[in-house]
Every structure is written in C-alpha cells, then in structure tokens.
C-alpha cells in the first residue's frame, strides 16, 4: 500500500510536471506562467499525505505548503534579478537559486514547527502563510517585465527530466509524510523540481528573456498551490480523499487562478495605455 501510494503519486506528478515548459513557450510568460502554477504536483502529494498519514499529521503538512511557495518565490526572485545584477551565467543562478531555497526553507521548517508546536493551529498557519505568499507575488508583478513566447521548442530529453525529478520530489514527501514527518513532507512537497527545470529548459532552448519574463507570474500562480493547502485542510477530511480533492481544486482556480490570470491582463494594459500616452506626448511636442 505504501509502495503503490508513493508511485501513484509519484508518477502522476511526473507526468503533469512535463507540461509547465510548453504552456510557457506556447502561450508566453503571462499566461503560460499563471497556467503552469495551477494545483498539480501538490493533488497526488496531499492524497498520498492523508492516505499514509492521521488527519492532525495532514494538517500539519499542507500548513506548511503555502510558506514552502513563499521560499519558492524567493528561488523565482534570483532568477529574475541574479543574471543582471550580479552578473551570473545559468550554472551560477542556478546554485544561488538552490542556496538560498535550502537556506530560507530550513529556517521556514524550524519557525513552522516551533509556532505549531507553541499552540497555532494548523489552519491559522496556513492562512498566515499564503498571506504572506500573496502580498510577495503582486509586489513582484506589479510592474509586468516582458515575458514573449519561446520560439523554440524544448529537447525531449529535458522535458523528461523535468518530469522525472518532479516526480522525485513528489515521491519523496510522500514516504516523509509515512515515516510521520509532516512539516518535511510539507516542505518536500513544494520542492521547486518544476522550477527549476523550467527555468534551466527555458533559458537553454530560448535565452534568458522567456524564463526570466515568466518568473513573475509564476510566483503569483503559485499562491493557488497555497489556496489548496489551505482549503484541503477543511475539505479533504470533512468530504473524503477524492471528493475533497476535486472541490479542493475546483476553488483553488476559481478563486485564485483566473483572478491572478485577469490581474495581469490589467496590469499589462495599465503599462501599455502608459506607453501609448507617452508616445503621443512626445509626437506632439515634435
């Protein structure tokens, strides 16, 4: 039971995983950014979580899911600044994105267990976190960067990758969540395999531009991965494993996904009339 569990999850995830890179490329930064963070890889994690695990472990895991999506938008912010600012080729983004998510991580780890363990509820946590979460993705969206469409396509080799070591991820958290880690496989859980793979995809198959122009959106997105721990928490014991996961993610989209889809399309066109203001200004002043 165990065993199949882990690889269910594992491989479902490793499959939806190898979708992310497309959906950027196909639909440019914006809207393939927003589509690739949609609740996935975290569906199969929270179900292997709740199988294996008691319901107070389960809560304790997805509480620590949205500040997990925090850390991984910190990891998103090197790779947005970190190539001009400080100058870095991919192999070096790379690293600094890992440092600082294992670094910013492990100290999520001990302050979520510390708080937990000092009397805050689940639940309370995860609001409090996907709080934090949301205020950091329209800080960081709030000036859209330009995020064109890739031009070409990406090898299948590294979509395969991409896949497997989402799956790793995945497999992983859920054999944390039986060994009754909760706050580990919560974290492990929010692992940026897709990330990452992404980012590393995109900038060998495109250049730079089309994963750094995507990196925002992402980071927004991702607050639906939050919106479903949080909602999972309530829904996945009053209403079962299966009919608990599809309203879980059926609310996750709708009240967060195509808001964060729309919020973009504003920001954007706010940018745009700017610029069509200014070129007017200046015609006329000529």
Not at 12 to 31: D, Q, S
Request: hydrophobic share 55%; proline share 5%.
């Amino acid at each position: 039971m165990l065993l199949t569990s882990i690889l269910l999850s594992a491989l479902f995830a490793g499959i939806v995983a190898t979708l992310v890179t497309i959906a950027i490329e196909k639909f440019g930064g914006r809207t393939g950014g927003v589509l690739a963070t949609i609740p996935t890889t975290i569906v199969p994690a929270a179900l292997g979580m709740y199988t294996l695990s008691g319901e107070t472990e389960f809560a304790q895991s997805m509480s620590i899911v949205p500040i997990g999506m925090m850390v991984n938008a910190m990891f998103l912010l090197v790779w947005i600044h970190a190539p001009q600012r400080l100058g870095l080729s991919l192999i070096g983004t790379t690293i600094l994105s890992l440092v600082t998510w294992m670094f910013v991580g492990s100290i999520g780890l001990v302050v979520s267990s510390e708080l937990q363990s000092s009397g805050i509820d689940a639940l309370t946590y995860a609001l409090f976190g996907l709080g934090l979460l949301i205020v950091l993705g329209v800080w960081t969206t709030w000036t859209p960067r330009s995020a064109p469409k890739g031009s070409r396509s990406v090898r299948p080799f590294v979509l395969v990758l991409r896949g497997s070591a989402a799956a790793l991820a995945i497999g992983i958290a859920v054999w944390f969540s039986s060994l009754s880690y909760p706050f580990v496989s919560g974290l492990v859980s929010t692992f940026p395999a897709i990330f990452i793979t992404s980012m590393i995809a995109l900038w060998l198959a495109q250049g730079q531009d089309v994963p750094q122009g995507a990196a925002g959106p992402m980071m927004l997105g991702g607050a639906s991965v939050g919106v479903y721990a949080v909602v999972a928490i309530v829904l996945i014991p009053m209403l079962g494993p299966v009919v608990g996961s599809i309203l879980t993610w059926l609310i996750s989209i709708i009240a967060w996904t195509i808001p964060a889809y729309f919020y973009l399309q504003w920001r954007q066109s706010l940018i745009n009339l700017d610029h069509r203001s200014d070129a007017g200004t200046s015609t006329i002043s000529n």
